[in-house]
């Protein structure tokens, strides 16, 4: 019996054949992988846009970079300092970056839990409008700590601290507005006001610069509503 010959052209269809038929299964897997991380981001996403203010979350103590743990405590300085908020990312107006979204399925994996209850810290305009300044995203711990999932954004302007050091206080408040009147004062020409110039005249005029320019102060944080940064770190209303 003779053996039949072999059809190069059939051959050739039967592995095409076979190939597209794995292929076609790789492709179901992939995109079966793909939609159960769309689903996951998903959710992920859902829970941080909702920030519904969890207690804590069952972290793995162990498995957490003790670096990136801090306390309520060392969270209000650092908000009061650089006129900070630090609220449940519901209120937050910016857009969480991949990458962020990333790190939390990375730590619910690593943890076995769904972590719940964000918050960011971010300038007050960022709970309103989006801008690129630079917001930190916390998961709470427990017992008022709380862990930094990711930062993001640009660093703050390098005089920040400092331009916002007189709204730490009363105190420091009056201390700029009497600087800025001393200042205010010296540049003032002398004989302005009158042929001669004493120090008594200086004072007078220091006196009522001062008024003026705390006039001005305290009219515009009345009328917009300002407040002092100790008061507000963790404010969710617009006027304060």
């Known amino acids: 019996m003779l053996l039949p010959k072999t059809n190069i052209e059939q051959k050739l269809s039967s592995i095409k054949k076979k190939r597209i038929l794995a292929e076609d299964i790789d492709l179901k897997q992939v995109y079966s992988i793909l939609s159960n991380l769309d689903n996951e981001l998903g959710r992920i996403e859902n829970n941080v846009i909702i920030g519904n203010g969890v207690a804590n979350n069952k972290f793995n103590i162990d498995l957490l970079n003790s670096d990136k743990i801090y306390h309520t405590k060392e969270i209000k300085q650092i908000c009061i300092d650089y006129r900070l908020r ?141 407040n002092f940064s100790p008061a507000i770190w963790n404010s969710k209303y617009y006027n304060s």
Not at 169 to 198: E, Q, R
């Open 86 to 226: 630090f609220l449940d990312t519901k209120y937050f107006k910016g857009t969480i970056p991949a990458e962020g979204l990333s790190k939390i399925k990375a730590l619910e994996k690593e943890h076995n839990t769904e972590i719940k209850g964000f918050k960011i810290i971010a300038p007050s305009k960022l709970f309103k409008l989006e801008d690129k300044d630079d917001p930190l995203l916390f998961a709470p711990i427990g017992n008022g700590y709380y862990y930094l999932i990711h930062q993001w954004g640009n660093d703050l302007y390098p005089f920040r601290k400092l331009l916002m050091w007189p709204f730490k206080n009363m105190a420091n408040l009056i201390i700029l507005v009497l600087l800025i009147s001393f200042l205010v004062t010296l540049i003032i020409p002398n004989g302005l006001f009158s042929k001669s110039s004493t120090n008594a005249q200086f004072w007078i005029l220091y006196f009522f610069m001062f008024k003026c320019i705390a006039s001005v102060v305290i009219f515009y944080g009345f009328a917009l509503g300002k």
